[in-house]
């Protein structure tokens, strides 16, 4: 009788030792693919379904051994779709994977300067992105507000998931660039020339597209400041721009400048109805919080920096330096 049951409890140990071994074989065992492979998993997909997608593929050799896994930890079942980036570690771990929701990520940079019009197009290209954009009632689907989306994205990198929507990342923009004039203008020079916080998103779009050096933005924040409070037009190019549309091809005529458009702040005075690109933090601190100084002009030196002046006679000298490539 002793003999028979240390048989058993032999043969018990046997099969114990030889279940431990396939268990931790099955844990351990990698999925068969040679590189990282993108794997979409649908909403409503159990693991039998997956176990068998990955079988079918060639991924796995069988699914039984899996399920017994996921009988002993049931967590395994808890399937979060989305796309995934398996490798060939173990397949448990890409099972886990798709269980701690760790889908691919991908991104999508606003570039501080870019008017919304190059944002849209550029919205059409980004990858696994939902494009679900209405371009003819922009900023209700984004804003809520029948106004015009210029100026309201905030310049940053904006990170998604596979079938996040295109609304869903400029509304993160958008609440972004709010909460950012927001806390700017409760910190503003109190001395500035803006009715509203909206007007200070305008000349900060301005300040934007005229600054070639980060560190001269106040400088020319000043400028522009300057010219308002002396009721002097802005007369700055990048407005001009922005009212000929899609219709300038890379060179300002003087007939552009002549031409009554409500962007051209050559023939109108003060700011321009709507912002004419998507300022950056910087910019918008700049046009908020401008240095005390008395210049009125500036011209582009040629190599991103600007000479600044006080008077009519020092720009005019300015510009036959930088422009006319003459000196006295």
């Given at each position: 009788m ?5 048989s ?31 794997f ?35 967590t ?36 501080e ?19 679900n ?5 922009l ?25 996040d ?25 109190k ?12 000349m ?54 002549r ?23 910087a ?46």
């Open positions: 002793l003999k028979v049951i240390l058993v409890l032999l043969l018990a140990l046997i099969t114990t030792l030889v279940g431990y071994q396939q268990l931790q074989a099955t844990i351990n065992s990698p999925l068969n693919i040679t590189t990282p492979t993108q979409e998993v649908e909403k409503g997909t159990g693991f039998n379904k997956l176990c068998k997608q990955w079988q079918a593929k060639g991924w796995l050799n069988s699914c039984w051994r899996y399920q017994v896994v996921a009988k002993l930890d049931p395994l079942t808890d399937l979060k779709a989305g796309l995934y980036e398996l490798t060939n570690t173990s397949v448990i771990n890409n099972i886990k994977k798709i269980n701690n929701g760790e889908q691919l990520s991908f991104s999508f940079t606003i570039i300067g870019q008017n919304l019009r190059e944002v849209i197009a550029a919205i059409a290209n980004a990858p696994q992105l939902n494009n954009l209405n371009t003819e009632q900023a209700q689907q984004i804003r809520g507000e029948d106004t015009h989306l210029e100026g309201w994205l905030f310049p940053d990198t904006y990170h998604y998931h596979s079938n929507t295109a609304t869903s990342l400029l509304k993160r923009a958008a609440e972004k660039m709010q909460q950012t004039l927001a806390q700017a203008w409760q910190q503003r020079d001395n500035v020339p803006y009715k509203n916080a909206y007007e200070a998103l305008i900060a779009s301005i300040i934007e597209k005229e600054t070639g050096l980060a560190s001269e933005r106040p400088l020319i924040a000043a400028v522009f400041v300057n010219r308002l409070n002396a009721n002097m037009r802005l007369q700055t190019d990048p407005t001009v721009i922005y009212g000929l549309g899609e219709g300038f091809d890379g060179d300002i005529k003087r007939k552009d400048l031409d009554y458009t409500p962007y051209n702040t050559y023939r109108i005075k003060g700011l321009p109805p709507t912002p004419i690109a998507m300022p950056s933090k910019a918008i601190l700049a046009a908020l919080n401008p240095p005390k100084t008395e210049y009125v002009y500036f011209v582009a030196k040629g190599d991103g920096s600007h000479q600044f002046s006080t008077t009519l006679k020092q720009h005019n000298a300015a510009v036959k330096t930088y422009i006319l490539n003459k000196t006295n």
